[in-house]
């Protein structure tokens, strides 16, 4: 069992370049498969989750294969399988966007019902309501979801909440549907805008990513050419290390990142008395280790992300008075605080909020990550904590970020992975 040590109380000091974006790459994977020839997908991180949906296409009948360091090629065969392996789909939720592409492509698909981690209720009832939208036939019966149609047709959909998952499955599907598809309460996210760029390459018409309502005109076929796509900087791994500067009071330069996809967190710090200076591409952080609480909301995109949550209450674990954390997004994201409690934090959850009141240490203890985010919040903790910090559950961590204990030693952490 690996295990992540760390010896906490060091301010962190460098640069650091930020890793491709985890949410766009698994699904411009998945979406891949309607891929006529073959794609190049550069700034891939090697991660957990890369890895096991590298597993899910190759079941599914594409080939792929390492160019170099963070370049996929991928070619989809002829005949594509339509089921996608129990086993894989129980390890990671991104599975299930494997769905829209296979069926408009195929006219059918067969899962299990996804895993990943969990962080409260996250069905796929709009992802499949889209589905039977469009035409498709759709059964759920022991524990697996079955989808066939003959032929899609273009429809309006209103989503009843902007689910990123569900958005992204429509998307693909309606692609080579007949006639116009519109999506509207849309989910926002940059990730999307990234499948519709990298869909439009392929010879999709979609149009209005990034904003509540999304048209796709079905076109009859995709051209048959290569794609070379780079994808976006992960704004989530680029957040957890501006909140690593924060909790440690350090000065960390971001490389290679989109200030703009994460304004939600920086005018956040910037109330707690962080500085932060943009640079083109490049950002630094600054932190006196004095932070002010502050109260924050989580919403969908362009609000404050539910991915950095678990990370920013372990920020304000340590400022100066009583911050309220409200979780909009999953109810169920709280299961960390009882670790961080362990390390001397004083939290209260009351329903979906976290009522947190500054301490004025952590300290080192024996704490377990129960999800990805999760991890990187302990990882935070340990970091300012006084002492040892051991942490388990890595294998969480790892889903997510790319040689995270490798970055944070080149920023002068003192911190180890141990087997």
């Given amino acids: 069992m690996e295990q992540l040590h760390i010896v906490g109380g060091r301010r962190l000091h460098g640069q650091v370049r930020i890793s491709g974006a985890k949410n766009a790459v698994l699904k411009l994977m998945a979406a891949s498969l309607l891929v006529e020839n073959e794609c190049i997908i550069r700034n891939v991180p090697l991660i957990k989750d890369v890895l096991t949906m590298i597993e899910v296409l190759r079941n599914l009948g594409v080939e792929l294969s390492w160019e170099e360091e963070a370049v996929l090629r991928i070619k989809p065969k002829k005949g594509l399988n339509y089921v996608a392996p129990d086993e894989l789909v129980r390890e990671m939720r991104a599975s299930v966007q494997v769905m829209g592409p296979l069926l408009t492509k195929i006219g059918k698909v067969k899962l299990f019902q996804p895993g990943g981690c969990v962080i409260g209720q996250r069905p796929i009832d709009l992802h499949l309501k889209g589905f039977q939208a469009l035409g498709a036939h759709v059964v759920e019966e022991h524990g697996y979801v079955y989808a066939e149609a003959s032929k899609l047709k273009g429809v309006d959909i209103h989503l009843d909440f902007p689910s990123v998952g569900a958005t992204e499955n429509i998307m693909a599907a309606a692609i080579l549907a007949e006639g116009t598809t519109v999506i509207k309460n849309a989910a926002k996210e940059p990730e999307i805008i990234e499948e519709q760029n990298f869909y439009n390459r392929l010879g999709a018409r979609i149009r209005g990513a990034g904003t509540d309502t999304i048209r796709i ?40 990142v989109i200030p703009e996809h994460f304004e939600a967190l920086t005018s956040k710090l910037k109330e707690c008395g962080v500085q932060i200076q943009i640079d083109g591409d490049n950002m630094t952080v600054a932190s006196s280790g004095k932070l002010k609480a502050i109260d924050v ?43 961080l409690v362990r390390m001397g934090a004083n939290i209260r959850v009351e329903g979906r909020s976290a009522v947190v009141k500054g301490v004025k240490r952590l300290t080192g203890a024996a704490v377990i990550a129960p999800d990805l985010r999760a991890g990187a919040a302990l990882v935070l903790a340990g970091l300012a904590a006084e002492g040892k910090t051991v942490i388990e559950g890595v294998h969480f961590i790892d889903r997510g970020y790319e040689r995270i204990e490798e970055k944070l030693s080149s920023l002068g952490a003192e911190i180890s992975l141990i087997n």
């Fill in 217 to 256: 005109e079905g076109v009859p076929a995709l051209r048959s050419v290569p794609v070379d796509y780079t994808v976006i900087p992960d704004r989530i791994e680029a957040g957890t290390y501006i909140l690593a500067a924060a909790i440690t009071g350090g000065e960390i330069t971001l490389l290679d």
């Fill in 297 to 339: 909301t989580i919403l969908p995109y362009p609000g404050f992300p539910t991915d950095l949550q678990p990370q920013m209450t372990a920020v304000m674990s340590l400022a100066d008075g009583t911050s309220l954390i409200t979780e909009n997004v999953f109810g169920g994201r709280f299961r960390y605080v009882d670790e």
